[in-house]
């Protein structure tokens, strides 16, 4: 299977990898896959307690090219939005973006639940209650 | 100068060996004819053509060439051999004997032959790949017709105790059918010496054409008969109707002849290559052999990098470097391959693991190559892997709850 110049883009030139100090108040983590399924996706979030904005992201991917660019992407994106913002990432836009195969989905589907992931610990770390989010269906 | 992409997975396919192709080109269209008509010059010198190469095939397995049946393939040499004698054999009993390691041609035919009313028996293997002998003594019973185990194992290269399987086999009144597709023309085998009844094996293999491939059927002590699974003209004495494929039986003919011919300064230098790459590759941290590396092909090595997915790592390098993987990631398929997962390998290193097959074509340039590039991407991937950071935090990774995926 032939991946697309984008998933190579990203997968040779990881936009964000890296480590937020998942103790700070600020960041938001999301840990998402599991290994014996062949994806494990962390990414983080900081957001800046006055505005609201995601000022950083980062993430770790185990998996395959389109996980790591899934995240990678995930992360360009999640930068310089509102949490707000941020909720309303889908994980279709990921595969238009990146033209994903149809047998790749999944890695969409994990990135936007790493993104809700992330936002819940955000939230559930600053006092505020966990969005309750319908289970994802492609899994 | 070294030419990329450069080609390990020879035991998915082998390029074919020039000489092999020389021997076939006057068979296309000068030689055309069918080696079944009697009556004239064309079909005599297509007879003649595939009487030599029968020959060929059967010196290299140490067998008379009235032994040798063509087919299109180990495939169909593998259904031919399972179907053939339980049909055979109907009166005798239902009861064959595999391992859960063995090629797809045989479990999925075990699988048809269970439809059909058969029954059979699926052995564990051990962590090294090898069967237990005792436990596979212990399966047979009144109505065992047939042990099928394979010669050597296509993703892990481990080397079954042929003989050995063949002792108690015959002990006990059992055929015993081996899947010879990866072990034959690299490893000496001789179907005599290891005691085998019938075996498939292919010429794609071994340097030769695609889509020609034999099954030996031994004609004394004992006198195996196998029922035909394809019906017409009574071709190879009535096991395998279909005209023959004569330009490719004559392939397979040479290439069997080459095989024997290097054979022996084929594996000594494929087997330096393949244990610099591997002692190379061994350097990085928590790298593993999968299967035993004793008992097992020259050519082959199958190593699990922790915490790296295996086709994330082969994207890194695919574009130069011909490899497989045992990790399956596609929504289609998440399980990663059933022979690592016999071992006893968790799924993690099951997705994390690369398969290397060397071949009478490699050269040591090619093996430097790789083993900087799959190193650095090893390294690379690492550095992005979450499992990896945990690891080197001392976290334990299977006490973690992962999210239902």
Redo the contacts between chains.
Sequence with gaps: MA?SEKV?DH?QN?KN?G?LDKSSKNVGTG????????????LQIEVDDATGMITDAKF??????S??ASSSLATEWLKGKSVDEALKIDNMDIVEELNLP?????CSV?AE?AIK?AINDYRTKNGMEAIKFEESV?? | MLKLPIYLDNNATTPMDPRVFEAMTPYFMEHFGNAASRNHPFGWEAEEAVDYAREQVAKLIGADPKEIIFTSGATEADNLALKGVYEMYASKGNHIITATTEHKAVLDTCKHIEKMGGEVTYLQVKPDGLIDLKELEAAIKPTTILISIMYANNEIGTVMPIPEISAIARKNGVLLFTDGTQAVGKIPVDVNKDGIDLMAFTAHKMYGPKGVGALYVRRKNPRVKVTAQMDGGGHERGMRSGTLNVPGIVGFGKACELCMLEMEADTKRISILRDKLETELLKLEEAYVNGSREHRLPHVANISFK??????LL??FNKNIALSSG??????S?E?SYVLKALGL???LA?SSLRFGLGRFTNEEQIDYTIKAISETVLKLR???????MYKEGID?STIE????
């Excluded at chain 1, 770790?60 to 090219?65: E, W």
């Excluded at chain 2, 992962?402 to 995926?405: E, L, Q, R």
């Design positions: 991946y190579i997968y990881p990898v480590t840990l998402v896959g599991a290994p014996e399924c062949g994806d494990v996706m962390r770790k991917t185990f998996g395959c090219g996980a790591i149809p047998v790749k989905i999944h994990l639940d992931a492609v899994h | 915490h790296v997915e295996g086709e994330g994207m890194g990790s399956a990631c596609t929504s289609a998440l990663p968790g799924d993690d997705h550095e992005m892997s979450p499992l990896w950071e990774l992962w999210a239902a995926h």
